[in-house]
Protein backbone atom coordinates (compact mmCIF):
# COMPACT_ATOMS: atom_id res chain seq x y z
CA UNK A 1 0.00 0.00 0.00
CA UNK A 2 1.35 3.57 -0.43
CA UNK A 3 2.26 5.68 1.69
CA UNK A 4 -0.57 8.38 1.43
CA UNK A 5 -3.43 5.44 1.30
CA UNK A 6 -1.56 4.64 4.64
CA UNK A 7 -2.15 7.83 5.90
CA UNK A 8 -5.45 7.88 5.02
CA UNK A 9 -6.55 5.28 5.92
CA UNK A 10 -4.67 5.35 10.04
CA UNK A 11 -6.15 8.81 10.11
CA UNK A 12 -9.44 7.62 9.37
CA UNK A 13 -9.31 4.31 11.43
CA UNK A 14 -8.52 6.34 14.27
CA UNK A 15 -11.13 9.39 13.62
CA UNK A 16 -14.07 6.60 13.66
CA UNK A 17 -12.73 5.04 16.83
CA UNK A 18 -12.39 8.37 18.91
CA UNK A 19 -16.02 9.48 17.04
CA UNK A 20 -17.22 6.13 17.98
CA UNK A 21 -16.18 6.34 21.50
CA UNK A 22 -17.36 10.20 21.77
CA UNK A 23 -21.28 8.64 20.68
CA UNK A 24 -21.26 5.88 23.88
CA UNK A 25 -21.61 9.50 26.02
CA UNK A 26 -23.34 11.68 23.99
CA UNK A 27 -26.36 10.51 23.09
CA UNK A 28 -27.43 8.68 27.07
CA UNK A 29 -26.66 12.57 27.85
CA UNK A 30 -28.80 14.02 25.58
CA UNK A 31 -31.74 11.82 26.70
CA UNK A 32 -31.07 11.19 30.30
CA UNK A 33 -31.25 14.72 30.95
CA UNK A 34 -34.82 15.05 29.52
CA UNK A 35 -35.96 12.50 31.51
CA UNK A 36 -34.62 13.59 34.39
CA UNK A 37 -35.99 17.00 33.93
CA UNK A 38 -39.48 15.22 33.46
CA UNK A 39 -39.27 13.25 36.74
CA UNK A 40 -38.50 16.58 38.17
CA UNK A 41 -41.24 18.10 36.52
CA UNK A 42 -44.05 15.52 38.33
CA UNK A 43 -42.05 16.10 42.22
CA UNK A 44 -42.51 19.51 41.33
CA UNK A 45 -46.08 19.35 40.02
CA UNK A 46 -47.09 16.86 42.80
CA UNK A 47 -44.54 17.47 45.75
CA UNK A 48 -44.36 13.26 46.12
CA UNK A 49 -41.28 12.46 48.07
CA UNK A 50 -40.75 9.73 45.35
CA UNK A 51 -40.59 11.91 42.42
CA UNK A 52 -37.37 13.71 43.87
CA UNK A 53 -35.74 10.42 44.73
CA UNK A 54 -35.75 9.15 41.55
CA UNK A 55 -34.97 12.27 39.64
CA UNK A 56 -32.15 12.16 41.86
CA UNK A 57 -31.15 8.65 40.88
CA UNK A 58 -31.26 9.08 37.41
CA UNK A 59 -29.41 12.14 38.06
CA UNK A 60 -26.71 10.88 38.93
CA UNK A 61 -26.09 8.05 36.37
CA UNK A 62 -26.33 10.98 33.84
CA UNK A 63 -23.71 12.84 36.40
CA UNK A 64 -21.21 9.89 35.70
CA UNK A 65 -21.80 9.40 31.97
CA UNK A 66 -21.47 13.28 31.35
CA UNK A 67 -18.02 13.35 33.53
CA UNK A 68 -16.55 10.27 31.73
CA UNK A 69 -17.70 11.54 28.50
CA UNK A 70 -16.54 15.29 28.87
CA UNK A 71 -14.39 16.71 26.57
CA UNK A 72 -13.92 13.15 25.12
CA UNK A 73 -14.90 15.44 21.56
CA UNK A 74 -11.82 17.49 21.92
CA UNK A 75 -9.55 14.90 20.51
CA UNK A 76 -11.49 14.96 17.69
CA UNK A 77 -10.72 18.90 17.07
CA UNK A 78 -6.62 17.70 17.64
CA UNK A 79 -7.10 15.04 14.86
CA UNK A 80 -8.43 18.03 12.57
CA UNK A 81 -4.79 20.08 13.02
CA UNK A 82 -2.86 17.06 12.96
CA UNK A 83 -3.82 14.61 10.59
CA UNK A 84 -6.51 16.36 8.51
CA UNK A 85 -5.02 19.85 8.03
CA UNK A 86 -5.69 20.34 4.44
CA UNK A 87 -8.59 19.54 5.08
CA UNK A 88 -9.08 21.96 8.55
CA UNK A 89 -7.42 24.67 7.05
CA UNK A 90 -9.60 24.65 3.73
CA UNK A 91 -12.87 24.67 5.65
CA UNK A 92 -11.98 27.43 7.13
CA UNK A 93 -14.40 29.22 9.34
CA UNK A 94 -17.56 27.10 8.40
CA UNK A 95 -16.39 25.07 11.44
CA UNK A 96 -14.96 28.15 13.62
CA UNK A 97 -18.16 29.82 13.95
CA UNK A 98 -20.36 26.70 14.80
CA UNK A 99 -17.63 25.21 17.31
CA UNK A 100 -17.34 28.64 19.23
CA UNK A 101 -20.43 29.02 19.97
CA UNK A 102 -20.88 25.60 21.25
CA UNK A 103 -18.33 26.00 23.22
CA UNK A 104 -20.19 28.95 24.78
CA UNK A 105 -23.67 27.35 24.89
CA UNK A 106 -21.95 24.33 26.56
CA UNK A 107 -20.34 26.54 29.03
CA UNK A 108 -22.78 29.03 30.07
CA UNK A 109 -25.70 26.63 29.75
CA UNK A 110 -24.51 22.98 31.05
CA UNK A 111 -21.67 24.08 33.06
CA UNK A 112 -23.67 26.57 35.26
CA UNK A 113 -27.27 24.70 35.05
CA UNK A 114 -25.33 21.41 35.92
CA UNK A 115 -23.60 22.66 38.87
CA UNK A 116 -27.50 23.99 40.36
CA UNK A 117 -28.30 20.82 39.46
CA UNK A 118 -26.40 18.81 41.49
CA UNK A 119 -25.03 21.12 44.13
CA UNK A 120 -28.69 22.93 44.87
CA UNK A 121 -31.41 20.93 45.92
CA UNK A 122 -31.77 22.10 49.06
CA UNK A 123 -30.14 25.57 48.47
CA UNK A 124 -32.10 26.93 45.51
CA UNK A 125 -35.78 27.27 45.43
CA UNK A 126 -37.46 24.29 43.56
CA UNK A 127 -39.07 26.25 40.62
CA UNK A 128 -35.36 27.36 39.88
CA UNK A 129 -33.86 24.05 40.74
CA UNK A 130 -36.42 22.64 37.80
CA UNK A 131 -35.68 25.25 35.48
CA UNK A 132 -31.33 24.30 35.98
CA UNK A 133 -32.60 20.89 35.56
CA UNK A 134 -34.42 21.96 32.00
CA UNK A 135 -31.63 23.96 30.79
CA UNK A 136 -29.09 21.22 31.44
CA UNK A 137 -30.95 19.50 29.12
CA UNK A 138 -31.95 22.22 26.30
CA UNK A 139 -27.97 23.13 26.57
CA UNK A 140 -27.00 19.56 26.07
CA UNK A 141 -29.38 19.41 22.71
CA UNK A 142 -27.71 22.85 21.79
CA UNK A 143 -24.68 21.67 22.06
CA UNK A 144 -25.09 18.67 19.08
CA UNK A 145 -26.86 20.99 17.28
CA UNK A 146 -23.61 22.84 16.38
CA UNK A 147 -21.39 20.32 16.02
CA UNK A 148 -24.84 18.64 13.89
CA UNK A 149 -24.67 22.18 11.58
CA UNK A 150 -20.60 21.52 11.03
CA UNK A 151 -21.39 18.05 10.23
CA UNK A 152 -24.14 18.64 7.94
CA UNK A 153 -21.75 21.18 5.85
CA UNK A 154 -19.49 18.86 5.22
CA UNK A 155 -22.28 16.28 3.65
CA UNK A 156 -23.94 19.50 1.79
CA UNK A 157 -21.74 22.37 1.15
CA UNK A 158 -24.03 25.89 1.12
CA UNK A 159 -23.54 29.21 2.24
CA UNK A 160 -19.75 29.85 1.63
CA UNK A 161 -17.88 31.07 -1.11
CA UNK A 162 -13.67 29.81 -1.38
CA UNK A 163 -11.21 32.64 -1.55
CA UNK A 164 -8.02 31.24 -3.79
CA UNK A 165 -5.86 33.87 -2.04
CA UNK A 166 -6.56 32.77 1.63
CA UNK A 167 -7.93 28.58 0.36
CA UNK A 168 -10.43 28.85 2.71
CA UNK A 169 -14.24 28.71 2.23
CA UNK A 170 -15.51 31.63 4.09
CA UNK A 171 -19.33 32.09 5.31
CA UNK A 172 -21.30 34.08 3.35
CA UNK A 173 -24.75 33.21 4.69
CA UNK A 174 -24.42 31.70 8.05
CA UNK A 175 -28.41 31.22 8.05
CA UNK A 176 -27.91 29.09 4.74
CA UNK A 177 -25.65 26.69 6.90
CA UNK A 178 -27.35 26.89 9.93
CA UNK A 179 -30.49 26.00 8.35
CA UNK A 180 -29.82 23.63 5.54
CA UNK A 181 -32.16 21.40 5.09
CA UNK A 182 -29.57 18.58 5.88
CA UNK A 183 -28.98 20.26 8.88
CA UNK A 184 -32.01 20.61 10.37
CA UNK A 185 -32.64 17.16 9.43
CA UNK A 186 -29.84 16.15 10.73
CA UNK A 187 -30.06 17.65 14.39
CA UNK A 188 -33.67 15.91 14.83
CA UNK A 189 -33.12 12.44 13.50
CA UNK A 190 -29.64 12.69 16.16
CA UNK A 191 -31.51 14.31 19.36
CA UNK A 192 -34.55 12.02 18.86
CA UNK A 193 -31.93 9.15 18.87
CA UNK A 194 -30.10 10.18 21.77
CA UNK A 195 -33.62 10.28 23.38
CA UNK A 196 -34.83 6.97 22.60
CA UNK A 197 -31.69 6.01 23.84
CA UNK A 198 -32.04 7.65 26.80
CA UNK A 199 -35.45 6.33 27.02
CA UNK A 200 -34.28 2.49 26.41
CA UNK A 201 -31.42 2.65 29.22
CA UNK A 202 -34.19 3.94 31.87
CA UNK A 203 -36.57 1.24 31.13
CA UNK A 204 -33.34 -1.56 31.04
CA UNK A 205 -31.81 -0.35 34.35
CA UNK A 206 -34.93 0.06 36.19
CA UNK A 207 -36.01 -3.54 34.64
CA UNK A 208 -33.09 -4.86 36.50
CA UNK A 209 -34.47 -3.62 39.66
CA UNK A 210 -37.52 -5.54 39.13
CA UNK A 211 -35.55 -8.80 38.11
CA UNK A 212 -34.19 -8.19 41.34
CA UNK A 213 -37.66 -7.34 43.25
CA UNK A 214 -35.98 -3.91 44.17
CA UNK A 215 -37.41 -0.47 44.27
CA UNK A 216 -40.41 -1.81 42.72
CA UNK A 217 -41.93 2.05 43.04
CA UNK A 218 -39.38 4.08 41.54
CA UNK A 219 -38.79 1.30 38.44
CA UNK A 220 -42.41 1.12 37.31
CA UNK A 221 -42.83 4.37 37.07
CA UNK A 222 -39.46 5.25 35.30
CA UNK A 223 -40.52 2.34 32.99
CA UNK A 224 -43.68 4.38 32.18
CA UNK A 225 -42.26 8.03 31.82
CA UNK A 226 -39.38 6.28 29.41
CA UNK A 227 -41.47 3.92 27.69
CA UNK A 228 -44.09 7.34 26.50
CA UNK A 229 -40.36 10.06 25.83
CA UNK A 230 -39.34 6.82 24.04
CA UNK A 231 -41.79 6.20 22.00
CA UNK A 232 -42.78 9.92 21.16
CA UNK A 233 -38.70 10.00 20.07
CA UNK A 234 -39.03 7.16 18.21
CA UNK A 235 -41.99 7.49 16.03
CA UNK A 236 -40.19 11.30 15.25
CA UNK A 237 -37.14 9.41 14.13
CA UNK A 238 -39.18 7.31 11.31
CA UNK A 239 -40.47 10.81 10.38
CA UNK A 240 -36.93 12.35 10.02
CA UNK A 241 -35.54 8.65 8.77
CA UNK A 242 -38.28 9.22 5.99
CA UNK A 243 -37.17 12.99 5.59
CA UNK A 244 -33.20 11.84 5.60
CA UNK A 245 -34.04 9.81 2.55
CA UNK A 246 -35.93 12.17 0.20
CA UNK A 247 -32.97 15.02 1.01
CA UNK A 248 -30.26 12.28 0.20
CA UNK A 249 -31.33 11.22 -2.70
CA UNK A 250 -31.51 14.89 -3.53
CA UNK A 251 -28.30 15.68 -2.19
CA UNK A 252 -25.80 12.74 -1.65
CA UNK A 253 -27.58 10.26 -4.27
CA UNK A 254 -24.65 8.09 -4.58
CA UNK A 255 -24.86 7.47 -0.73
CA UNK A 256 -28.21 6.11 -1.58
CA UNK A 257 -27.40 3.89 -3.92
CA UNK A 258 -25.04 2.23 -2.28
CA UNK A 259 -27.56 2.00 0.48
CA UNK A 260 -29.68 -0.16 -1.04
CA UNK A 261 -26.98 -1.48 -3.14
CA UNK A 262 -28.94 -0.26 -6.20
CA UNK A 263 -26.23 -0.39 -9.19
CA UNK A 264 -28.84 -0.24 -12.03
CA UNK A 265 -31.40 3.05 -11.77
CA UNK A 266 -35.26 2.37 -12.84
CA UNK A 267 -38.24 3.79 -11.91
CA UNK A 268 -40.44 2.29 -9.52
CA UNK A 269 -37.46 0.93 -7.88
CA UNK A 270 -37.34 -1.67 -5.44
CA UNK A 271 -36.38 -1.82 -1.96
CA UNK A 272 -34.54 -4.53 -1.04
CA UNK A 273 -35.43 -5.33 2.72
CA UNK A 274 -32.98 -8.09 2.99
CA UNK A 275 -30.57 -9.76 0.80
CA UNK A 276 -27.21 -11.10 0.56
CA UNK A 277 -24.75 -9.19 -0.72
CA UNK A 278 -21.92 -11.09 -2.87
CA UNK A 279 -18.22 -10.61 -2.14
CA UNK A 280 -16.69 -8.39 -4.69
CA UNK A 281 -17.05 -6.59 -7.81
CA UNK A 282 -20.09 -8.17 -10.15
CA UNK A 283 -20.30 -8.12 -13.73
CA UNK A 284 -22.60 -5.27 -15.64
CA UNK A 285 -25.99 -6.76 -15.40
CA UNK A 286 -25.66 -9.41 -12.57
CA UNK A 287 -28.09 -9.17 -9.55
CA UNK A 288 -25.15 -8.32 -6.52
CA UNK A 289 -27.57 -10.37 -4.31
CA UNK A 290 -27.22 -14.23 -4.05
CA UNK A 291 -30.91 -13.84 -2.43
CA UNK A 292 -32.97 -11.09 -1.53
CA UNK A 293 -36.20 -9.79 -0.33
CA UNK A 294 -37.42 -7.11 -1.80
CA UNK A 295 -40.36 -4.90 -2.15
CA UNK A 296 -41.73 -3.64 -5.93
CA UNK A 297 -41.39 0.53 -5.93
CA UNK A 298 -40.60 1.06 -2.61
CA UNK A 299 -37.61 2.45 -2.87
CA UNK A 300 -39.23 5.41 -5.53
CA UNK A 301 -41.62 6.20 -2.91
CA UNK A 302 -38.87 6.27 0.22
CA UNK A 303 -36.82 8.36 -2.05
CA UNK A 304 -38.98 10.75 -3.84
CA UNK A 305 -42.61 10.01 -2.45
CA UNK A 306 -43.53 9.18 -6.08
CA UNK A 307 -43.82 5.46 -6.79
CA UNK A 308 -43.42 6.28 -10.85
CA UNK A 309 -39.61 8.29 -9.43
CA UNK A 310 -36.06 6.69 -11.54
CA UNK A 311 -33.76 5.81 -8.52
CA UNK A 312 -30.11 6.95 -10.33
CA UNK A 313 -28.23 3.43 -9.91
CA UNK A 314 -24.45 3.46 -8.94
CA UNK A 315 -23.93 2.22 -12.51
CA UNK A 316 -25.76 5.20 -13.92
CA UNK A 317 -23.75 7.66 -11.42
CA UNK A 318 -20.80 6.27 -12.22
CA UNK A 319 -21.33 6.27 -15.88
CA UNK A 320 -23.69 8.97 -16.56
CA UNK A 321 -27.37 8.56 -18.20
CA UNK A 322 -27.83 11.15 -20.41
CA UNK A 323 -31.61 10.64 -20.34
CA UNK A 324 -31.92 12.02 -16.41
CA UNK A 325 -29.13 14.79 -16.94
CA UNK A 326 -26.05 12.73 -15.08
CA UNK A 327 -22.82 13.68 -15.49
CA UNK A 328 -20.62 10.61 -16.16
CA UNK A 329 -17.82 10.89 -13.15
CA UNK A 330 -14.82 10.76 -15.75
CA UNK A 331 -16.17 14.10 -17.02
CA UNK A 332 -16.76 15.63 -13.23
CA UNK A 333 -12.69 14.61 -12.95
CA UNK A 334 -11.91 16.11 -16.04
CA UNK A 335 -13.72 19.15 -14.61
CA UNK A 336 -12.26 19.13 -11.25
CA UNK A 337 -9.07 19.04 -13.00
CA UNK A 338 -9.55 22.37 -14.62
CA UNK A 339 -10.35 24.04 -11.19
CA UNK A 340 -7.02 22.46 -10.16
CA UNK A 341 -5.07 23.71 -12.67
CA UNK A 342 -6.85 27.41 -12.11
CA UNK A 343 -5.51 26.88 -8.52
CA UNK A 344 -1.83 25.93 -9.57
CA UNK A 345 -2.07 28.69 -12.23
CA UNK A 346 -2.51 31.02 -9.40
CA UNK A 347 0.31 29.78 -7.43
CA UNK A 348 2.40 30.03 -10.38
CA UNK A 349 1.61 33.78 -10.48
CA UNK A 350 2.27 34.22 -7.26
CA UNK A 351 5.68 33.17 -7.32
CA UNK A 352 6.34 35.39 -10.25
CA UNK A 353 4.80 38.12 -8.61
CA UNK A 354 2.06 38.42 -12.12
CA UNK A 355 -0.49 40.27 -10.30
CA UNK A 356 -2.54 41.01 -13.24
CA UNK A 357 -2.94 36.65 -13.22
CA UNK A 358 -3.12 36.42 -9.81
CA UNK A 359 -6.05 38.88 -10.40
CA UNK A 360 -7.78 37.24 -13.39
CA UNK A 361 -7.80 33.34 -11.86
CA UNK A 362 -9.11 35.19 -8.64
CA UNK A 363 -12.15 36.50 -10.40
CA UNK A 364 -12.67 32.70 -11.63
CA UNK A 365 -13.65 31.72 -8.09
CA UNK A 366 -15.52 34.90 -6.92
CA UNK A 367 -19.68 34.29 -7.36
CA UNK A 368 -19.97 38.17 -7.87
CA UNK A 369 -17.97 38.44 -10.94
CA UNK A 370 -19.65 36.75 -14.33
CA UNK A 371 -17.11 34.43 -15.21
CA UNK A 372 -16.82 33.38 -11.15
CA UNK A 373 -20.55 32.29 -11.51
CA UNK A 374 -19.87 29.94 -14.65
CA UNK A 375 -16.34 28.84 -13.24
CA UNK A 376 -17.72 27.70 -9.79
CA UNK A 377 -21.00 26.26 -11.44
CA UNK A 378 -19.27 24.08 -14.03
CA UNK A 379 -15.69 23.52 -12.48
CA UNK A 380 -15.40 24.11 -8.87
CA UNK A 381 -18.26 22.28 -8.06
CA UNK A 382 -16.40 19.11 -9.02
CA UNK A 383 -13.27 19.95 -7.55
CA UNK A 384 -12.56 16.81 -5.63
CA UNK A 385 -13.17 14.34 -8.26
CA UNK A 386 -10.20 15.71 -9.93
CA UNK A 387 -8.43 13.97 -7.19
CA UNK A 388 -9.81 10.77 -7.97
CA UNK A 389 -7.95 7.76 -9.70
CA UNK A 390 -10.85 6.52 -11.21
CA UNK A 391 -14.41 7.30 -11.64
CA UNK A 392 -15.06 3.68 -9.36
CA UNK A 393 -13.12 5.53 -6.51
CA UNK A 394 -16.68 7.82 -5.90
CA UNK A 395 -18.04 4.70 -4.99
CA UNK A 396 -18.42 4.50 -1.11
CA UNK A 397 -18.25 0.79 0.44
CA UNK A 398 -21.77 -0.78 -0.72
CA UNK A 399 -21.78 -4.00 1.59
CA UNK A 400 -20.98 -2.03 5.06
CA UNK A 401 -23.46 0.81 3.65
CA UNK A 402 -25.90 -1.56 3.11
CA UNK A 403 -25.73 -3.77 6.09
CA UNK A 404 -25.80 -1.00 8.50
CA UNK A 405 -28.87 0.82 7.12
CA UNK A 406 -30.28 -2.35 7.59
CA UNK A 407 -29.35 -2.77 11.28
CA UNK A 408 -30.46 0.58 12.03
CA UNK A 409 -33.75 0.15 10.28
CA UNK A 410 -34.49 -3.08 11.71
CA UNK A 411 -33.57 -1.97 15.41
CA UNK A 412 -35.81 0.58 14.96
CA UNK A 413 -38.37 -0.92 14.40
CA UNK A 414 -37.48 -3.36 17.19
CA UNK A 415 -38.01 -0.77 19.42
CA UNK A 416 -40.91 0.76 18.08
CA UNK A 417 -42.67 -2.18 18.78
CA UNK A 418 -41.09 -2.60 22.64
CA UNK A 419 -42.30 1.23 23.30
CA UNK A 420 -45.69 -0.16 22.67
CA UNK A 421 -45.56 -3.14 24.20
CA UNK A 422 -43.98 -1.56 27.24
CA UNK A 423 -45.99 1.16 27.36
CA UNK A 424 -49.46 -1.44 26.74
CA UNK A 425 -48.34 -3.92 29.97
CA UNK A 426 -47.58 -0.75 31.83
CA UNK A 427 -50.91 0.33 31.83
CA UNK A 428 -52.17 -3.51 32.12
CA UNK A 429 -49.74 -3.91 35.25
CA UNK A 430 -48.06 -6.83 33.36
CA UNK A 431 -44.44 -5.36 33.85
CA UNK A 432 -43.53 -8.04 36.21
CA UNK A 433 -42.88 -11.09 33.51
CA UNK A 434 -39.62 -12.01 33.45
CA UNK A 435 -39.08 -12.34 30.16
CA UNK A 436 -40.67 -8.91 28.94
CA UNK A 437 -37.88 -7.03 32.01
CA UNK A 438 -35.30 -9.74 30.29
CA UNK A 439 -36.09 -8.05 26.86
CA UNK A 440 -36.21 -4.53 28.70
CA UNK A 441 -32.43 -4.81 30.04
CA UNK A 442 -30.34 -6.50 27.12
CA UNK A 443 -32.34 -3.98 24.59
CA UNK A 444 -29.52 -1.47 26.14
CA UNK A 445 -26.96 -2.51 23.83
CA UNK A 446 -29.17 -2.45 20.84
CA UNK A 447 -29.88 1.27 20.91
CA UNK A 448 -26.47 2.25 20.80
CA UNK A 449 -25.47 -0.40 17.82
CA UNK A 450 -28.50 1.19 16.40
CA UNK A 451 -26.96 4.72 16.58
CA UNK A 452 -23.35 3.46 15.71
CA UNK A 453 -25.00 1.51 12.59
CA UNK A 454 -26.49 5.15 11.90
CA UNK A 455 -23.31 6.66 11.82
CA UNK A 456 -21.70 4.33 9.53
CA UNK A 457 -24.16 5.10 6.97
CA UNK A 458 -24.06 8.32 7.65
CA UNK A 459 -19.94 8.88 6.93
CA UNK A 460 -19.24 5.68 5.32
CA UNK A 461 -21.59 6.17 3.05
CA UNK A 462 -20.26 9.29 1.80
CA UNK A 463 -16.93 7.93 1.12
CA UNK A 464 -14.52 9.15 -0.59
CA UNK A 465 -15.35 12.56 0.84
CA UNK A 466 -14.55 14.84 3.61
CA UNK A 467 -16.53 17.38 1.84
CA UNK A 468 -19.33 16.24 -0.82
CA UNK A 469 -17.99 16.41 -4.35
CA UNK A 470 -15.30 19.04 -3.15
CA UNK A 471 -12.50 17.58 -0.59
CA UNK A 472 -12.36 13.59 -0.54
CA UNK A 473 -10.29 12.31 1.97
CA UNK A 474 -7.15 11.49 0.29
CA UNK A 475 -6.40 15.36 -0.67
CA UNK A 476 -7.64 16.02 2.81
CA UNK A 477 -5.06 14.45 4.99
CA UNK A 478 -1.80 16.39 6.11
CA UNK A 479 1.71 16.04 4.80
CA UNK A 480 3.16 13.74 7.39
CA UNK A 481 3.87 10.66 7.77
CA UNK A 482 1.96 7.59 9.42
CA UNK A 483 4.42 6.30 12.43
CA UNK A 484 2.64 9.21 15.01
CA UNK A 485 -0.70 8.55 13.77
CA UNK A 486 -0.55 5.17 14.69
CA UNK A 487 1.11 5.40 17.42
CA UNK A 488 -1.55 7.47 18.74
CA UNK A 489 -4.16 5.40 17.47
CA UNK A 490 -3.05 2.45 19.94
CA UNK A 491 -2.87 5.14 22.86
CA UNK A 492 -6.39 5.61 22.06
CA UNK A 493 -7.36 2.04 21.71
CA UNK A 494 -5.74 1.85 25.78
CA UNK A 495 -7.13 5.27 26.89
CA UNK A 496 -10.42 4.74 25.51
CA UNK A 497 -10.38 1.22 27.05
CA UNK A 498 -9.43 2.02 30.64
CA UNK A 499 -11.88 5.32 30.31
CA UNK A 500 -14.83 2.63 29.33
CA UNK A 501 -13.65 0.10 32.11
CA UNK A 502 -14.20 3.16 34.91
CA UNK A 503 -17.04 3.92 33.33
CA UNK A 504 -19.19 0.98 33.39
CA UNK A 505 -17.51 -0.11 36.72
CA UNK A 506 -18.53 3.38 38.46
CA UNK A 507 -22.19 3.25 36.65
CA UNK A 508 -22.67 -0.37 37.64
CA UNK A 509 -21.70 0.44 40.83
CA UNK A 510 -23.98 3.25 41.51
CA UNK A 511 -27.18 1.20 40.00
CA UNK A 512 -26.20 -1.52 42.38
CA UNK A 513 -26.81 1.02 45.54
CA UNK A 514 -30.19 2.01 44.05
CA UNK A 515 -31.07 5.43 44.80
CA UNK A 516 -30.22 6.72 48.25
CA UNK A 517 -31.63 9.50 50.14
CA UNK A 518 -35.28 8.83 52.16
CA UNK A 519 -35.89 4.58 51.95
CA UNK A 520 -38.86 3.93 49.99
CA UNK A 521 -41.10 2.83 52.98
CA UNK A 522 -40.61 5.97 54.58
CA UNK A 523 -42.05 7.71 51.20
CA UNK A 524 -45.72 8.24 51.38
CA UNK A 525 -47.60 9.66 48.80
CA UNK A 526 -49.42 13.21 49.30
CA UNK A 527 -52.73 12.14 48.90
CA UNK A 528 -52.03 8.79 51.20
CA UNK A 529 -50.49 10.95 53.68
CA UNK A 530 -53.94 13.26 53.50
CA UNK A 531 -55.87 10.22 54.04
CA UNK A 532 -54.20 8.73 56.78
CA UNK A 533 -54.10 12.28 58.74
CA UNK A 534 -58.03 12.33 58.77
CA UNK A 535 -58.07 8.70 59.90
CA UNK A 536 -56.09 9.80 62.63
CA UNK B 1 -24.18 44.31 46.23
CA UNK B 2 -21.86 42.83 42.88
CA UNK B 3 -19.61 41.39 45.50
CA UNK B 4 -22.15 39.65 47.49
CA UNK B 5 -23.54 37.88 44.54
CA UNK B 6 -19.68 36.87 43.65
CA UNK B 7 -19.59 35.57 47.43
CA UNK B 8 -22.82 33.67 47.03
CA UNK B 9 -21.47 31.98 43.95
CA UNK B 10 -18.27 31.29 45.49
CA UNK B 11 -20.01 30.17 48.47
CA UNK B 12 -22.26 27.62 46.39
CA UNK B 13 -19.65 25.82 44.38
CA UNK B 14 -17.15 25.73 47.10
CA UNK B 15 -19.79 24.21 49.45
CA UNK B 16 -21.05 21.68 46.66
CA UNK B 17 -17.99 20.22 46.23
CA UNK B 18 -16.70 20.27 49.98
CA UNK B 19 -20.59 17.99 50.36
CA UNK B 20 -19.45 15.67 47.39
CA UNK B 21 -19.52 12.14 48.21
CA UNK B 22 -19.26 9.53 45.02
CA UNK B 23 -18.58 12.82 43.14
CA UNK B 24 -15.48 13.33 44.18
CA UNK B 25 -13.99 9.89 42.49
CA UNK B 26 -15.77 11.30 39.06
CA UNK B 27 -13.74 14.41 39.20
CA UNK B 28 -10.46 13.17 40.08
CA UNK B 29 -11.20 10.83 36.52
CA UNK B 30 -12.04 14.20 34.72
CA UNK B 31 -8.79 15.72 35.81
CA UNK B 32 -6.62 12.73 35.25
CA UNK B 33 -8.10 12.90 31.78
CA UNK B 34 -7.78 16.67 31.20
CA UNK B 35 -4.13 15.97 32.02
CA UNK B 36 -3.64 13.37 29.81
CA UNK B 37 -5.60 14.49 26.79
CA UNK B 38 -3.67 18.62 27.06
CA UNK B 39 -0.45 17.88 29.41
CA UNK B 40 0.62 14.80 27.19
CA UNK B 41 -1.59 13.99 23.94
CA UNK B 42 -1.64 17.73 22.63
CA UNK B 43 1.40 18.76 23.59
CA UNK B 44 3.68 15.79 22.47
CA UNK B 45 1.35 13.63 20.19
CA UNK B 46 -0.82 16.58 18.43
CA UNK B 47 0.76 19.62 17.30
CA UNK B 48 -0.82 21.17 14.70
CA UNK B 49 0.70 20.10 11.22
CA UNK B 50 0.92 24.14 10.45
CA UNK B 51 1.57 25.80 13.52
CA UNK B 52 4.67 27.68 12.72
CA UNK B 53 3.01 28.82 9.48
CA UNK B 54 1.56 32.12 9.26
CA UNK B 55 -1.88 32.54 7.73
CA UNK B 56 0.00 33.45 4.25
CA UNK B 57 2.19 30.79 4.07
CA UNK B 58 -0.70 28.48 5.21
CA UNK B 59 -2.43 29.10 2.40
CA UNK B 60 0.43 28.90 0.17
CA UNK B 61 1.60 25.42 1.84
CA UNK B 62 -2.45 24.19 1.52
CA UNK B 63 -2.61 25.43 -2.25
CA UNK B 64 0.83 23.46 -2.87
CA UNK B 65 -0.87 20.49 -1.24
CA UNK B 66 -4.28 20.53 -2.84
CA UNK B 67 -2.78 21.20 -6.93
CA UNK B 68 -0.05 18.59 -6.29
CA UNK B 69 -1.35 15.93 -4.11
CA UNK B 70 0.77 12.99 -3.07
CA UNK B 71 0.28 9.92 -4.91
Given amino acids: MNEILEMVDWSRAQFAMTAMYHWLFVPLTLGLAFICAIMETQYY ?115 TAFNIATMRNEMTDFWAVALSPVAINKFLHTALSGYMLGAVFVMGVAAWFLLRGREERMALSSIRIAAWFGGAAVVLLAITGDRSGVIMAETQPMKLAAMEAHYDGARRAPLVVIGALKAGETADGEDPFHFKIKIPALLSVASRHDAD ?92 TFFSFRVMVGLGVWFILLFAATLWMSYKKKLDRRWMLHTLLWSIPLAYIAGMAGWIVTEVGRQP ?72 | MKRNILCRAWRFYAD ?14 VLIKLFVMFAILRLFFFTPHMKNMDDARQADYVREQLTHPRQ
Avoid: C
Fill in chain 1, 45 to 159: RTGDLHWKRTAKFWMKLFGINFAVGVVTGIILEFQFGTNWSNYAHFVGDIFGAPLAIEGIVAFFLESTFIAVMFFGWERVSKRFHLVSTWMVAIGASLSALWILIANAWMQYPVG
Fill in chain 1, 309 to 400: AFVPGINDLVGGNAEYGLMPISEKMERGRVAIAAMSEYSAAKRAGDRETMQAVAEKFDPLTPVGKTFLQDYYSHLGYGYLSSPEDAIPPVGL
Fill in chain 1, 465 to 536: WTIQDLLPTVAAVSGTSTGPVMLTFFIFVVLFTVLLVAEIRIMTRQIGRGPDDVPPEAIIPPQLAKTEEKQA
Fill in chain 2, 16 to 29: GFARMTWGRGLWLL
